[in-house]
């Protein structure tokens, strides 16, 4: 049974759960409301699946490659990040390879990226918002009406009003379950497959004619040449996103192991590698892009001051994690007082 609670109004203090895009956008939001917020995250930064991975001098975007731009809210957004130089339009040529034949995509879709990184926009949100790395919260509790959150190795991080969960829909649905069984199953409804990304350099160019593909009948689902995106270092860098079939069979594989199998995919589906890796190395994203996000933009629930966001609500790109993330926030913001 759902516990319940008669504290009404905004809250005063609010947790975050998750320094992903959806998260921040979130914290952001209420934090420009004049809300006290803390963000907390397991990894050593922000950005979630917008991170940017580094090696010597190179980069990757080895989570979201790109992003388009559809609802007129998101898009103030992006022009103001567009006006700080945060983002900026990919030129490059995008392909699809089919069986060993290639055809360049005709679109005129316009596809942005964060500068210098896909994680630029995370950063820029963070910036000066109370955040706490390095902490994965194992459990909230609820006491009296506030709620307590605590860390794997049981530390007690203190006392909120209201708590938000931008977690994976899966990791949200465990957090749910114990206090709020109805937000649980509507978590725990999507499915989010795995994706197994690749990060290769090369010691030459490669000739393919594409610098971003869409992959069909292979063991890869995309591929792109990181550096023809604006602001990233020179050098022949690319990511390899594995196809959720093939991740989800090969979940458990060696990161080297799942590198090298993919490397080959991708010399077949471009008929051929001019150059050899220089360095090559492998992210399992346990928890990818949902094919059937839910309808609505978050879950809530307003006597509990109870919610959860990210791209598995409302829709399942970049635009639709922000969304979830304001949504959210706004659900907050709305309580009567």
């Known amino acids: 049974m759902a516990i319940q609670s008669a504290r009404k109004g905004i809250p005063e203090t609010v947790a975050v759960i998750g320094a992903g895009l959806s998260g921040l956008a979130c914290a952001r939001t209420l934090a420009d409301h004049g809300v006290r917020v803390r963000v907390f995250d397991k990894a050593r930064g922000a950005g979630g699946r917008m991170s ?6 190179w980069q990757f975007d080895h989570g979201a490659q790109y992003f388009t731009v559809r609802d007129p809210v998101f898009a103030r957004h992006v022009e103001s990040w567009r006006r700080d130089g945060l983002v900026a339009s990919w030129q490059g040529t995008i392909a699809v390879l ?3 034949n ?14 210098p990184g896909m994680n630029a926009i995370c950063r820029h949100l963070a910036a000066d918002l109370d955040t706490v790395y390095e902490n994965r919260i194992c459990a909230l509790e609820r006491t009296g009406d506030r709620w307590r959150l605590t860390t794997d190795p049981g530390a007690d991080l203190g006392l909120f009003d209201a708590v938000v969960i931008s977690a994976p829909a899966p990791q949200a649905a465990a957090l749910l379950q114990e206090v709020a069984p109805n937000l649980a199953a509507r978590a725990a409804f999507v499915e989010m497959p795995p994706c197994w990304a690749v990060m290769a350099v090369f010691t030459g160019r490669l000739q393919l004619g594409f610098d971003g593909a869409f992959v069909h009948k292979s063991p890869l689902s995309w591929v792109a040449r990181n550096g023809s995106k604006p602001g990233r270092p020179d050098g022949e ?3 390899l996103h ?6 989800r069979e090969n979940l458990e594989l060696d990161r080297i192991e799942a590198a090298q199998r993919l490397l080959e995919a991708f010399a077949v589906a471009a008929g051929g590698l001019e150059a050899a890796p220089l360095h090559l190395d492998a992210h399992r994203w346990r928890f990818a ?6 309808a609505e933009p978050c879950l809530f629930d307003a006597d509990l001051r109870l919610a959860a966001c990210g791209d598995w609500c409302g829709g399942p790109r970049v635009e639709g994690a922000f969304l979830s993330g304001v949504a959210a926030a706004g659900r907050l913001l709305a309580l009567p007082r």
């Open 52 to 57: 940017t991975r580094r090696a010597e001098k």
């Open 289 to 294: 892009l949902p094919p059937d996000p839910l």
């Open 242 to 247: 594995a196809s959720p079939e093939w991740s």
């Open 98 to 100: 089919d069986s060993g």
């Open 102 to 115: 290639m055809v360049i995509k005709g679109d005129d879709t316009e596809r942005n990226v964060g500068v």
């Open 237 to 239: 860098a690319w990511v």
